[in-house]
Each structure stands twice: as C-alpha cells, then as structure tokens.
C-alpha cells in the first residue's frame, strides 16, 4: 500500500477501539482517523505495516447520517475526546458492537443476551480530571487544558464540554493566575477532584512556593471557591495548603444510603451518575442475599461493597493498594457497615491456585479490575473438569477494557464451566473511545 491509492476510496466498516473508522483493502485493515461506520471516504496513508495501515481522511464522498457537528471549538486539536462528531446514541451502539466483537473473537464466547446500554449526562459528566499545564515563554502564556490529538504538546483551549460547568470555567482563570506566578514553569498539572460540597485542585508543583505564590493562589481559591492542595514529589506529599477548613471531599450513593470520603489523587469513578446506574445493575445481577459470603476483588474504597452489605450478605474485599484499603474500612465504619465487611490487601495479579483455594469458599464475587484485567484471579479457578472443587456460582465482572474481558470470559467459558449469561456497555465517558462494560456468569450445573 502507498501513497499512489490518495484518489482511492474505502467504505468504512466500523470503529476501533480508538475511535478510528475500520476499513478493508487488500486484505489489511486500514484505520481512518475521523472516518465513521458506513460512510464512504478517501483518505491518505500515514503509517503501513504488513497487515494494517493507519490513514488520515481527505474527503467525505458519502457521508453518515449519523454525523454531527461537535459541540465542542477544539474538538479534532484536543485528544480528550475522540467521537464528539458521532451521534451519542450511535456511539453507545459502537460501543457495544466493538464489545461483542471483542467477545467473539478474543474470547471465541457469546453471550446470551445483550443488556440495554447504561447512558447517563453527555456533557459535563467528569468529576475527576488530570488536566496538563505549559508555560509558553515567546508568548508569555499559560496553557491548561488536555493533551493535543498525538502530540506531547498542551491544547490551546478556554473552556471544556465534558468537564462540570463550573470547572470548565476556571480554565481561563487558571492560566491567568498561574501565568503571575514566579514558578509558572514547575507546574506541570493540575488534577481535579468533585466531590459535593467541595472541588479540589492539586498542583503539581516541583518547588517550595515563594510567599508572594502562597498570596495568588489564596486569593484565586476564595475568588472561585475551590480547595487547593499541593503535590511536591510523589503521592504521600499531596496534602491540602488552602483553605485549610474546606468540606472533605466526598460523594453519596443515595439509593443505598452510602457516604464515601475520598482523597483527590484516590481512585473514584469519574462519572457520578453513571456510577450509580452502573452500581444498581451490578446489584440486580448479582443478586446478593443476607447470609450469604461474597467476594469483591479489586474492591479498591468499596464502591460495591458496601452496597453488597447493605443487603445483608457477608463481604470480603481484596485490593492491592493498602491505601485503598484503609479508604475502604473508614467508609464502612461511617456507613456503620463494618459487621458485613471485611477487607484485606492482595495482590491479585499474582493470585495462584493455592492463594485462591485459602480464602473462604465464596457464593458469588464480584471483579472490578483495571485495563489489565484479573487473567490470574480468573485462572486460578478450578477446572470444569473438577466437579468436586468450589467455585461462586455466579461472577459478575465490571471491566474498562473489553479485550481483556474478552480473554478471561474465554477462560471462565471454555476452562472453568461458566456461561456467559449477559453483556453490556456503560457509558461511563460519553464522546471519547473508552468502553466500560459488564458481563454476568454463572456456574454451569
């Protein structure tokens, strides 16, 4: 493939995990930046490799009825969002259709029936955000925003849909306030905490503050009524600096009458609607009952467990982080929760075999691993083979990565004697590629 096939077409098959439109030509899938399913399109070659291309589109001959105008001015030079010119509906649809394909050919697994997609707020959706920070000295000026699309460098942008309103609206201020600081060039990020009562900025900042940077960024936290903390090496300096007396992050799960505090740089969701929906369909299809002894692996504060507890069912949760885990046993004591909790340190990407066989004997887990997946968790099952050995009768899995579900639902499906019952998307970040998922397995009798 070269550069000679510019004036050739491709219709475009469908999207990449990446957000890229999916082609075929001479039997080589060709990725087509910007390009959307159905659509016919000619396009330039960038990278060629033996089996696959990737292409950046040149003209639209015939375009999706599902194109639209994004919402956003700097969308296509900002890399924070990949599918603002993709109808929302449709995105989830991609989604989904990139899920089950990942399942039927990672996998080699189907599942029986397909859940209704979880949606929540399209725009102004991220309650926690990392956004990048860049002294530009020929222009005298401070950029703060997300990555540019492929490159190192920071988007010139003024404002952000997918951010809350009122954050998206201190981006400006912010490059105005960091730009009359005498250490503007060791400030590298910024990272954004929402909570409800309080938003929390951390600054990244790589030296002391000199006294007259301590006045600027007092004056900027009660103009604009956030929480500033600092962060000087690694995580264990990250710690408030003003006001001192602001509310303490948190967020609520009011259907199960939870309140979870949380520190900024900890993980949370960053989608609080979506995780309440997310959290009542794990429930639903997990269907825990009092008496009963569940697991949650890679429990990280609790997010599930507790929820889990509030029906009455004994919970044992496992995280790696023992941060995490102290998170965890504060909010169950606030919840009043600590009679049905339990929760230890673990490495579960190095579960074993006899690792697994030593702890209690489970009804049902829950697993809510990152991109990485729980591959060793789920291997150390034993076999279908082995009728006699224990194993949860029913598996409900939350996954950020749908190949990495993918893999282990071949393992639990084709190794360990579970079907996959359902599968889903959750729409945690609406106009970026990012797929979360859920997936129900149960025990085959």
């Not at 725009?123 to 860049?134: D, M």
């Not at 949650?296 to 949760?317: E, Y």
């Not at 009043?336 to 990407?349: C, I, K, P, R, Y």
């Amino acid at each position: 493939m070269s550069q000679s096939v510019l004036s050739a077409h491709v219709r475009v098959e469908s999207l990449d995990k990446e957000g890229s439109g999916v082609a075929r030509l001479d039997g080589k899938a060709l990725f087509i930046e910007g390009a959307l399913p159905g659509e016919l399109v000619r396009y330039r070659i960038g990278r060629d490799k033996s089996s696959y291309a990737f292409a950046s589109m040149t003209e639209i001959l015939e375009g999706s009825s599902q194109r639209v105008s994004p919402a956003c001015e700097y969308f296509g030079r900002c890399g924070g969002c990949a599918l603002q010119h993709f109808e929302f509906s449709a995105q989830v649809a991609a989604k989904q259709r990139l899920l089950e394909s990942n399942l039927q050919h990672i996998g080699k697994v189907k599942p029986s029936s397909i859940l209704p997609a979880l949606y929540g707020p399209a725009w102004g959706y991220r309650h926690k955000a990392r956004l990048r920070v860049r002294f530009v000295a020929k222009k005298q000026r401070v950029l703060v925003g997300f990555n540019e699309k492929a490159t190192p460098y920071v988007a010139d942008m003024l404002s952000c849909r997918v951010l809350p309103a009122h954050v998206s609206a201190l981006i400006e201020p912010l490059q105005r306030c960091i730009l009359q600081l005498s250490l503007r060039e060791q400030i590298p990020q910024i990272e954004v905490a929402v909570g409800e009562q309080t938003t929390v900025l951390v600054f990244r900042i790589l030296q002391a503050l000199a006294p007259e940077d301590e006045v600027i960024l007092k004056q900027f936290a009660d103009q604009h009524q956030v929480q500033i903390w600092t962060q000087t090496k690694g995580l264990d300096t990250v710690k408030p600096f003003y006001p001192l007396q602001a509310p303490a992050l948190n967020y609520r799960l009011p259907e199960y009458d939870l309140n979870y505090p949380f520190h900024p740089t900890e993980f949370t969701q960053v989608n609080p609607w979506i995780n309440q929906v997310m959290i009542r369909r794990a429930m639903n299809l997990l269907s825990p009952q009092a008496g009963e002894k569940i697991a949650d692996f890679f429990c990280g504060m609790g997010n599930f467990s507790l929820p889990i507890a509030r029906s009455g069912a004994q919970v044992w949760g496992y995280e790696g982080l023992s941060g995490l885990v102290e998170r965890a046993e504060q909010s169950a004591a606030i919840n009043e929760l600590q009679a049905h909790t339990s929760f230890f340190v673990q490495n579960l990407f190095e579960m074993t075999d006899e690792a697994l066989q030593a702890l209690p004997h489970f009804d049902k887990w829950l697993v809510d691993p990152p991109r990485d997946g729980a591959m060793a968790l789920v291997s150390a099952l034993p076999p279908a083979e082995n009728k006699q050995a224990h194993r949860p009768k029913r598996i409900v899995y939350v996954s950020c990565n749908p190949a990495t579900l993918a893999r282990d639902a071949g393992i639990l499906v084709n190794e360990k004697g579970y079907q996959l019952k359902a599968a889903g998307v959750i729409n945690m970040f609406p106009h970026t590629a990012h797929i979360e998922s859920i997936a129900l397995f149960e025990l085959v009798q």
